[in-house]
């Protein structure tokens, strides 16, 4: 089968509306794409990289759809101890790379797969056929494998966009995206049929460095500690927010609190010592509250922004992505 490049939702302020569209629950998890052919199932990341054999909870799809070759795309997701998706624990599951611990991963973090299309049935391509058509395609032949024995789970369809965006943020999701009912599958962002409307996001982060801009602080570099861990995980780097008065509080703590070691575990930090630019290294004890659009696949924080400094401890920066 040749590689069909994922389609993706535009980001859109505004919440979409009218008859001409249907509106889903936007998951807080992986882009998995999945190819099932002569009975082999393959599995594949947004990027194309091959995941096969490290998510075994979709094992049965082999035996699934008549035992015809299909494409299916949807979303790999690890729920919290509320039954919220968790991308940090969806990035964990995602990064395991040696299948000896495959067994700890699968039972510690349990992979559902949101599936809300198919681009091949069979022998038909359905890339250059309406949307809705592939959602009923997709209906009549995966809902038999469907439910909570399998992990396997077909996203639902919304027709309220608003009452459905109001829903997700009281229940602290990501957002939702809004597709066009006409729309044929083009890979990228260069369509007008897919949206995507979010929420502000906000998270607790560890101060574990400082980067200068001559004398004065420019940017904070940020982490999380998971719980059982030791050393804190990057998340990125923030500037934008900082206040005269914070500028005043990191001076302070800086010289209270700068350690020789870093406190990271990731070796992104150690390219960060690399760049030539001036770095303090912090001993982990200054929170702050971090507000953000959303977390790349690599668990980095895109657009973030500092809104305060916090006096909770650093156990309770463990990851947990909070709706503002």
């Known amino acids: 089968m040749n590689w069909i490049i994922p389609m993706e939702p535009a980001i859109c302020p505004d919440v979409k509306e009218g008859a001409g569209y249907i509106h889903e629950i936007k998951w807080d998890g992986i882009r998995g794409m999945v ?78 797969y949101m599936v809300f ?80 409307t979010k929420f502000i996001k906000k998270m607790l982060c560890v101060v574990g460095g400082i980067q200068w801009k001559s004398i004065h602080p420019n940017s904070l570099v940020l982490g999380i500690k998971p719980p059982g861990s030791e050393k804190l995980v990057y998340v990125g780097k923030a500037s934008i927010g900082l206040k005269q008065s914070d500028l005043m509080l990191i001076k302070e703590y800086s010289g209270q609190l700068e350690q020789k070691n870093c406190s990271f575990t990731s070796e992104e930090t150690i390219q960060l010592d690399r760049t030539g630019e001036k770095f303090t290294w912090l001993y982990p004890a200054l929170t702050c509250w971090i507000s953000f659009l959303e977390l790349t696949n690599d668990g980095h924080l895109r657009h973030p922004k500092i809104e305060g400094f916090a006096v909770l401890p650093t156990e309770e920066a463990d990851g947990k992505v909070l709706t503002d």
């Open 117 to 196: 299309d198919i681009l091949q049935f069979g022998d038909n391509i359905l890339v250059n056929i309406p949307l809705i058509e592939r959602k009923q395609i997709l209906e009549e032949n995966l809902s038999s494998l469907t439910g909570n024995d399998t992990k396997i789970f077909l996203a639902k369809m919304y027709q309220d966009s608003k009452e459905l965006f109001e829903k997700m943020k009281k229940q602290n999701m990501e957002g939702i995206v809004s597709k066009k009912t006409d729309s044929l599958y083009i890979g990228g962002k260069k369509h007008d049929a897919w949206f995507k």
């Open 35 to 112: 190819y099932m052919q002569d009975g082999n199932v393959k599995i594949y990341t947004k990027k194309g990289k091959e995941r096969t054999g490290f998510y075994p909870e979709l094992d049965v799809l082999k035996n699934g759809l008549g035992g015809k070759n299909a494409i299916l795309d949807g979303e790999f997701v690890v729920m919290d101890e509320d039954g919220v998706p968790s991308f940090y624990k969806s990035l964990i599951r995602e990064r395991v790379r040696n299948s000896s611990k495959l067994q700890y991963y699968t039972r510690a973090y349990p992979v559902c």
